[in-house]
């Protein structure tokens, strides 16, 4: 069980994933992913995007091919659902007001779900203000927290472990320019129990280091793994100083 994995892991050090969205990468690119991610630093890889127009299954079968680790789904919407997956974030974006994205997806896509074997685990989604518009604010039709409304982010993280979400992921959304800032990490990862999740814009060693310091528990980084493996090492031994 992967869940349970992950607080397990915790206990004694940081964790890292990989973002993979089926429309950035081929077998080739998905071989030298799972290559880097064998070294021990990477605990498990997403899968999922925004827009994916490319088969989130034949992605998820390539990574399973290739991988012992756990291939968790992060879907954008109901259609990137595989049941080759080992689980699946059911991600409701409570920093949003859109009910679609809060409980409606979810609706469709539960008769579905409980058909397959995928773990499912209930995840907070808080969309923080990055100096951009991401896809996944365009998509959801919601509006980003502010970055400097710590206030809001904490009691938006604290309402999402009231109602069991088992994960809080502060997302700043992928390519975000700034990444979550420290202080709201910190501020958030000092009013819930549950692990907190890190991602958006992240693509630097020192951001990693600044990122884990500050209270993420795990960290998830996309974009920056598209620029191939030379690019990766960096970022992975960043990792490793935070695994014990
Ligand atoms: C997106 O947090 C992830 O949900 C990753 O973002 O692509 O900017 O690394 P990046």
């Known amino acids: 069980m992967i869940y349970p994995d992950i607080r397990d892991k915790l206990r004694s050090g940081k964790m890292f994933g990989f973002l993979v969205d089926p429309d950035k990468h081929n077998r080739e690119s998905l071989a030298e992913l799972t290559g880097a991610a064998e070294s021990g630093r990477v605990d498990f890889i997403l899968v999922g995007g925004s827009l ?20 968790v789904l992060f879907p954008g919407n109901v259609l990137q659902i595989s049941p080759r997956a080992d689980a699946i974030l059911l991600l409701s974006l409570i920093s949003g007001r859109n009910p679609e994205f809060l409980i409606g997806n979810h609706v469709v896509a539960a008769p579905l779900l ?17 100096g951009r518009t991401t896809s996944v604010e365009y998509m959801s039709n919601t509006k980003p927290i502010p970055g400097d409304k710590i206030d809001l982010a904490v009691a938006t993280a604290m309402a999402g472990e009231m109602l069991g979400h088992k994960l ?12 979550v800032n420290g202080k709201m990490i910190s501020a958030v990862r000092s009013h819930i129990k549950i692990p907190l999740i890190v991602g958006g814009g992240i693509h630097t060693p020192e951001q990693i280091r600044d990122t884990y310091r500050a209270g993420a528990d795990i960290i998830i980084v996309g974009s920056a793994i598209e620029q ?7 970022l992975l031994k960043e990792v490793e100083a935070h695994k014990s």
């Open 228 to 234: 191939g493996s030379a690019s990766l090492e960096p």
């Open 168 to 179: 809080i992921y502060l997302e700043a959304g992928s390519g975000a320019r700034e990444s």
């Open 52 to 71: 994916v127009s490319g088969s989130v299954d034949e992605t998820v079968a390539i990574l399973k091919e290739s991988t012992d680790l756990p291939v």
């Open 114 to 130: 409980s058909k397959t074997r995928l773990e499912i685990i209930p995840t907070g989604y808080i969309l923080i203000e990055n």
